[in-house]
């Protein structure tokens, strides 16, 4: 029993307890539509959204790290902004659900996908990037995810004063970094890229809009 407590305070030093079911519910949430709606495509068509843009851009392999490496990111920051306060917590989880849930729904009913290239060569990152082309399938591509969340990370900050500028101005350029990622290691094409960043704009905007609305609204039951 000691050891669980000592596990317990010392989870609760870095993520409030508040936070806890929230963010554990935004992991289930994820992974439940990423993969749940694949089973929804057989015998679809899917779109290729690739443009002469897109052809354009070379594949680079050593981003691989950078997109792999999203998910240290999207835990730092996902914590950090749950420290801020129990609101911002509530309005980003608010903005990852409402994300997530038009995702799984576009992914359904506009499934897309792209021709990844044919790699030949080896390498460190070479092979890192067959690798997650093996167990990553060429679909749920638009909008980015990748890219959503990425934003959410940076929007949930940018206004923050509690937190350094030079870390709001780093996540900025971690965030894009990872949109460059998506397109040149070939996962995604260019309007995956805009679709994830401005659903992402758009849920963040407008889980301010509910938490107000709600907030407005148990002010006149309390009246």
């Not at 409030?16 to 015998?43: E, H, K, Q």
């Not at 206004?159 to 894009?176: D, E, F, G, Q, T």
Request: proline share 4%; hydrophobic share 45%; glycine share 4%.
């Amino acid at each position: 029993m000691k050891i669980i407590n000592k596990i317990s305070n010392k989870i609760n030093d870095y993520i409030p307890r508040y936070a806890i079911v929230p963010l554990m519910l935004c992991v289930t949430f994820n992974f439940s539509v990423y993969w749940g709606v694949r089973l929804f495509y057989d015998d679809r068509i899917f779109h290729d959204l690739t443009t002469y843009l897109d052809e354009r851009i070379p594949l680079l392999p050593i981003f691989v790290v950078i997109y792999l490496g999203s998910y240290a990111f999207w835990i730092t920051n996902y914590i950090l902004i749950s420290r801020i306060n129990k609101e911002q917590c509530y309005r980003l989880i608010t903005a990852d659900l409402l994300g997530k849930l038009i995702c799984g729904l576009i992914y359904i009913l506009y499934p897309t996908t792209n021709i990844r290239p044919d790699i030949t060569s080896t390498g460190i990152f070479v092979d890192m990037l067959k690798f997650l082309y093996s167990i990553d399938a060429a679909n749920n591509l638009f909008p980015s995810i990748h890219c959503l969340v990425s934003w959410y990370c940076y929007a949930g900050i940018r206004n923050c004063k509690a937190i350094p500028k030079w870390y709001r101005c780093v996540s900025l350029l971690v965030a894009l970094m990872i949109c460059i990622s998506t397109v040149t290691t070939k996962q995604h094409v260019i309007v995956d890229v805009f679709g994830g960043v401005m659903l992402a704009e758009i849920t963040w905007q407008l889980s301010l809009y509910l938490q107000v609305h709600r907030a407005k609204k148990l002010i006149n039951q309390e009246a």
